[in-house]
């Protein structure tokens, strides 16, 4: 009685690490869409990451300041201002998430690389840099969470993953990721349209 038990124990088990593994792999990149309409377009085209130059801030700033009165509800939500005025609300994620519980991120000039969805207002932010003014140069600095005695970048605020100790804010001169179409921000804003790569004849 034990043995056909142990067997299907031994089959859910294989189970849970083929799904333990799948979810795993899908953790690292952003994962390939596979339904139906993205499998028709070319992969290239799929996720066009782009530079989203502005400053976050929270919505219903935003909105007061053009005269748009909303309720609580709106409180966390925050958004990229840009350059040219367009307010992108950021998705929540693992590198998005960090504005929405760090104010010291916020109302500062950023350099976001990341993309929107098809379909999908919602910024995925993917790196995160910041941009100082120092002597009139602007200084473009990339930015994460370090822990300094295990030596490991984090990418939202909390304790250690690994020590359990406090972690701080680290800047790092780094330049902008050479896949990127747009010449580096500063005087102009990033369009931020979904559909650049697709719209450009
Ligand atoms: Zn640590």
Redesign the pocket.
């Known amino acids: 009685m034990s043995r056909p038990t142990g067997r299907l124990a031994l089959l859910a088990l294989i189970g849970v690490q083929v799904g333990m593994t799948t979810a795993t792999g899908m953790a690292d990149p952003p994962p390939p869409n596979t339904t139906a309409s993205a499998r028709s377009k070319p992969p290239a085209t799929a996720i066009d990451k782009q530079l989203f130059s502005g400053r976050v801030v929270l919505l219903r700033e935003a909105l007061r300041r053009r005269g748009v009165k909303t309720s609580s509800d709106f409180d966390k939500q925050v958004v990229l201002e840009s350059l040219s005025g367009e307010l992108i609300p950021i998705i929540p994620d693992w590198r998005g998430r960090a504005f929405y519980q760090d104010k010291r991120l916020r109302n500062r000039r950023v350099d976001l690389v990341g993309f929107r969805r098809r379909g999908i207002p919602y910024l995925q932010v993917l790196m995160v840099f910041t941009v100082d003014k120092r002597k009139n140069k602007e200084i473009r600095r990339y930015f994460d969470y370090w822990?300094?005695?295990?030596?490991?970048p984090m990418y939202e605020v909390k304790m250690?993953?690994?020590?359990?100790?406090p972690?701080r804010m680290r800047f790092q001169p780094r330049a902008l990721p050479s896949y990127l179409k747009k010449p580096p921000a500063g005087t102009r804003p990033a369009p931020a349209l979904p559909t650049k790569a697709a719209t450009e004849n």
């Open positions: 822990c300094d005695i295990c030596s490991i250690c993953e690994c020590c359990q100790g972690i």
